[in-house]
């Protein structure tokens, strides 16, 4: 049986006898107000987090990415508990209201950071395994756990593909149009970039939403929601730390190398895994996922959604729940 054929009969079925959904009407017109924030304390963070659903059920962590956070997943998580899963949707390092612990700590944003803080969140949480689902900087987060704590994770829905860097191959150009879609990036590797995100950080994260997702037609009031964890002290050193060390201009955190190491190589990931590709991702392009299946060993299957840009959650949420729910009850 092909994932997405019986599971969507199922999935409705449960919506709607759980008033999540009406048979004929899109549930979620208006969106979710927040849930309260909790928190939980790792070696090196106190991360805040939401979450949805039965505290007894089986948990799905969803990961933001980089310029968002958990509002992303606002009209996802309703889906999830209402089919009994508990949801939860912490805030990155350097979001919202997530605090370092210590002055002392690095305010890295490599991508060893970002998916040895979430193996450590669930740690916290006292979960043995997760399906694990993300997008962007939580994409990446959520692929580096799969690939290197498999036993942790059961399945991983990654909206934007394969995102382990190879920091190595950084310096090879990539064709003009992709290079043009970067640029924020090469401003954040200069002195002017890091001031610009400082005092523009609303605007400049609200034109990326834009390009980003050119469909979209979010307004300033769903903007704003999710800016406001832009305000964090550590946003901006974290941002500008990862993108200058993913194109290797600065160092990591030492605490990392060791996993730093087993990422260069590449390591492929054999959990069960649905990438979601947006047909109008304004980042990377609707063609960055075709040729990825080579990095995954386990059960995979790339769904492309069309008109819907980089934030896919946001953007398709029932097409990520559903992609979560399949993985749940393959």
């Given at each position: 049986m092909k994932w997405g054929t019986m599971i969507d009969r199922r999935l409705f079925t449960r919506l709607i006898a759980a008033g999540a959904l009406a048979p004929s009407v899109r549930a979620f017109a208006q969106t979710p107000a927040p849930r309260p924030i909790k928190r939980v304390r790792t070696a090196a963070l106190d991360i805040?987090?939401?979450?949805?659903?039965?505290?007894?059920?089986?948990?799905?962590?969803?990961?933001?990415?980089?310029?968002?956070?958990?509002?992303?997943?606002?009209?996802?998580?309703?889906?999830?508990?209402?089919?009994?899963?508990?949801?939860?949707?912490?805030?990155?390092?350097?979001?919202?209201?997530?605090?370092?612990?210590?002055?002392?700590?690095?305010?890295?944003?490599?991508?060893?950071?970002?998916?040895?803080?979430?193996?450590?969140?669930?740690?916290?949480?006292?979960?043995?395994?997760?399906?694990?689902?993300?997008?962007?900087?939580?994409?990446?987060?959520?692929?580096?756990?799969?690939?290197?704590?498999p036993e942790r994770v059961r399945g991983l829905v990654s909206c934007n593909g394969y995102t382990i860097q190879d920091i190595a191959a950084s310096v090879k150009p990539a064709s003009p149009e992709q290079?043009?879609?970067?640029?924020?990036?090469?401003?954040?590797?200069?002195?002017?970039?890091?001031?610009?995100?400082?005092?523009?950080?609303?605007?400049?994260?609200?034109?990326?939403?834009?390009l980003w997702s050119p469909n979209w037609k979010f307004d300033d009031a769903t903007y704003d929601r999710t800016a406001r964890s832009f305000d964090n002290p550590d946003f901006v050193d974290v941002v500008i730390h990862s993108y200058r060390h993913r194109f290797g201009y600065v160092a990591g955190d030492p605490a990392f190398d060791s996993i730093e190491a087993a990422l260069a190589k590449q390591p492929k990931i054999s959990v069960p895994s649905i990438v979601l590709q947006g047909g109008a991702d304004g980042v990377n392009g609707a063609g960055a996922t075709d040729t990825q299946a080579r990095f995954f060993t386990g059960r995979y299957q790339r769904r492309v959604i069309p008109r819907v840009g980089h934030d896919v959650p946001q953007e398709a949420p029932m097409e990520t729940a559903r992609a979560t729910l399949d993985l749940l009850t393959a």
């Open positions: 805040a987090y939401e979450e949805n659903g039965p505290t007894a059920g089986y948990p799905v962590l969803l990961l933001h990415g980089f310029p968002y956070d958990p509002r992303a997943f606002d009209e996802v998580t309703p889906p999830l508990a209402a089919a009994g899963y508990r949801a939860i949707v912490p805030y990155l390092r350097g979001y919202g209201e997530t605090r370092f612990l210590s002055a002392a700590t690095m305010r890295s944003g490599q991508q060893a950071a970002m998916g040895r803080d979430t193996v450590d969140f669930m740690d916290a949480l006292y979960l043995p395994n997760a399906v694990l689902v993300g997008f962007d900087w939580g994409g990446r987060a959520a692929c580096v756990a799969a690939a290197m704590w290079e043009n879609r970067m640029w924020y990036q090469y401003y954040f590797h200069t002195e002017r970039g890091r001031a610009g995100l400082t005092a523009n950080r609303h605007d400049l994260c609200k034109l990326l939403w834009k």
